[in-house]
């Protein structure tokens, strides 16, 4: 078989090769490349229709490849590294659907953050960050609660994540329920956060430290399985603390996961339509798995939604802190195309629960909607 | 610290038309900040952006408006007309022709909140509001087991409102036709503000057709603000074809005598041998051959129909379904600016159109007059859109500029050689990616007498020339 770039040679003539031709040559061997950054800056915005800002805000400048040229622009030193001119940058809900689009497979929240972290170095922070911040730093938690629970001791730990902690402590209960039933004995701990915040609005340093406190409580409590009902914390233990050398003894999983095939044969009615949780689907690479579980159960029809992936609003930790009536438009826009499916919706992230649930649209985590059809 | 290149003038009321602009419309839909000026520098005209590479743009608006609804459209044109300040429109800024750059400053007005979409099912309409996103709405209807079969390389970036001010056209074209084919009603915004509505019906005689005014207009005549279109049932059926041709002759023959019997493809394209070696390299019996590509669709009883057709009349190896997967798979693709203009190399793709009398002619002579320019490393073609009168060539050209050659004077190098081989070879300057600032040179020698009729038109519907001046050269 010719080699993909054989036509080229054949084209590129002995005299092209004395006037130029030699560079295309390194270039298509590999030996000569173009950086990241400027690639995305030069691309006509072939992922402009699964960024779920750019269908909703319609701003160029918040637009996949319009990020990359501001940011690239910024690089160059043409753009000054200013709060104006970072706050597009910021309009990020780091759900990477950008990259399954992508011929070079780039996240647009990666090539840009390189540039949201030299501005937190260099003390360019927007308050509504500092405030989240500061929470981090004093309570390790990212709304600030301060949590005196002891420290349990087994084999299983569950970890709850900051938001359903706060927010949907009922899911907690749901969830510890739902995991005795399937055989699981699991503790808690008192929980610090897993600094994924701090990671998407640039405070490395912060993240760092969380990471590595994170890291010592749950390796100090010798469990054996961490399982969480926060996909963000998952991906987090997962994927963002190898990458910055933060070791975590115990196997980290996603409720979702280790669900399986324990629902199936279960019996339901009815019809449902599901909301893949993009650090889930895409950042644990488990783009199939909530589908699956719920085609597994008897008797339920599970209508696909409009679009398969499609961030709440609420991902990133930024947009839903600077530009509240954006991350709420894009909810809205995603109920509209769950609707298309479904008025009952299957998710499996609280974040993903408290932004799209609503009178016209009835949104259950996988945990409850197990926990009911195991019933209550 | 950003230079502007081709900035003409800066609008001398723009202080007032931004003040009003304010007032009229809040300041959450309207930006002066320098990112959002940026932003709206530029659309995808190629060279420019090895502009953009050395820290230079285009030109900068003043100000940038995002409208919410066709009222909104109404208070800018006003205002523009009252201050007597330009204005552009903007959609997916995918267009590579320059089309949308704002070279005499002041209001660019970005349509992609305005995204509404029906659909009249008994009646196969579809009502979109044109900044609805292309991939978006194909998505939208496709779910609702219908297409609008409009399916262009820049279905992921581009907007309806883009697809008619462009005449764009898809690369399902030879069944489902261009944007033009699929217009039934239209609503725009012109000087000084106000709605023009033409409701969309099966077909209309009320005088000269005024919907198609806007079709390839470009922005010069006002803001599109909605469109009814036709869609079709989802096809049921679907077959795939291709071919390994010993000449582009012989492919392009095939082709003709297809149409000329009635069969309509919704996807043909013809590679000639460069470009077969470039896409199809996996598959062997191709190389070194012409390959050509075709997909057959529709209701099950005339696919099949349509797909004996073109076995009975094409001439070339039956290379099976596996090429046109590749091709769907890959058709999207569009990373060569991003591999190679940093690294000095100007690239660009020209799209004509000619009668079949004229074809392989005009196709030898293109290629071989950007060939002719110094630092061409080569020239290529594909055939992508057909009519029983003739066809499209995509023509793709790739070089470094020689010594003491700007990357814009090499480009321009090119393109008059291709132009020129164009028009005296019987070809119109362009089949769908329109003139913008670039062509506009060339569209007044191709129109002739009709160019001064154009600029008109212009004229007793825009007389302050504020929409999207400059345009096309009118």
Known sequence: ?376 | MLDEIMKKSKPKNIENAIKKLSEKLGNKKISIKPADLFSYSHDYWLITFHWLLQGKVPAFPDVVVWPESREDVVEIVKIAHEEGVPVYPYGGGSGVLGGAIPEYGGIVVDVKRMRSVQVHEEDLVVEAETGINGHYLEEYLNKRGYTLGQIPQSLYPSTLGGWIATKAIGQFSTKYGGIEDMLLGIEAVIPPGKIVELKPHPRTATGPDLRKLFVGSEGIFGIITKAWLKIWPYPEERFLMSFASETLEDALDSVRRILRRGAKPAVVRIYDKIETKRHFYKFDEMYGKVGTVIIVEGDPKIARTEKEIVEEEFKGKPMGEEPVKHWLETRFIVKEVSEFAPLGVVIDTIEVAVNWSNAAKLYYNVVNAMKSVKGVLFASAHASHFYPQGVCFYFTFAGLPPKNVSATEFYNQVWDKAMKATLESGGTISHHHGIGRHRAKWLAEELDGAYELLKKIKHVIDEKNIINPGNMGV
């Open chain 1, 1 to 376: 078989m010719p080699g993909k770039w054989d036509w080229l040679k054949d084209e590129i003539g002995f005299s092209n090769l004395l006037t130029g031709g030699k560079m295309l040559l390194k270039v298509i061997s590999g030996k000569l490349s173009v950086d990241d950054l400027t690639k995305c800056a030069l691309c006509p915005n072939m992922c402009r229709h699964t960024c779920p800002v750019s269908i909703v805000d319609g701003r160029e400048t918040t637009s996949p490849a319009g990020k990359a040229r501001v940011a690239f622009m910024i690089r160059e030193g043409r753009l000054e590294l200013n709060l104006e001119n970072l706050e597009p940058l910021y309009m990020c809900l780091s759900c990477n659907i950008c990259t399954l689009y992508c011929p070079f497979e780039f996240s647009v929240a990666d090539l840009t953050r390189p540039i949201n972290e030299e501005a937190v170095k260099k003390g360019v922070v927007f308050e509504e960050f500092k405030k989240v911040f500061e929470n981090l730093e004093n309570y390790g938690d990212v709304y600030g609660a301060k949590s005196e629970e002891e420290n349990g001791k087994g084999k299983v730990l569950y970890i709850r994540g900051c938001t359903i902690r706060n927010e949907l402590p009922e899911l907690s209960e749901k969830a510890l329920s739902l995991l005795k039933k399937l055989g699981f004995e699991v503790f808690t701990i008192n929980e610090t956060c897993c600094g994924i915040p701090a990671y998407n609005l640039g405070n490395v340093e912060l993240f760092k430290k969380l990471a590595d406190e994170n890291a010592k409580k749950i390796n100090q409590s010798k469990a054996e399985l961490v399982i969480t009902s926060c996909p963000s914390c998952a991906y987090a233990y997962r994927v963002l603390y190898p990458k910055y050398g933060v070791k975590l003894k115990p196997k980290v999983v996603h409720i979702t996961e280790i669900l399986g095939d324990r629902l199936k044969g279960l019996k339901a009615e009815g019809e449902v339509t599901y909301h893949n949780p993009c650090k889930l689907a895409l950042g644990l690479d488990q783009k199939e798995l909530l589908k699956d579980i719920l085609n597994k159960i008897e008797g339920l029809t599970v209508k696909e939604p409009r679009k398969e992936f499609f961030c709440c609003g609420y991902g990133g930790s930024a947009i839903s802190r600077l530009n509240p009536e954006l991350a709420e438009e894009i909810a809205q826009e995603r109920r509209k195309q769950l609707k298309d499916g479904a008025d009952k919706v299957i998710t499996a992230c609280p974040s993903c629960k408290l932004a799209l649930n609503s009178d016209e649209l009835e949104v259950l985590d996988i945990v409850e909607f197990a926990h009911q059809l195991l019933g209550e």
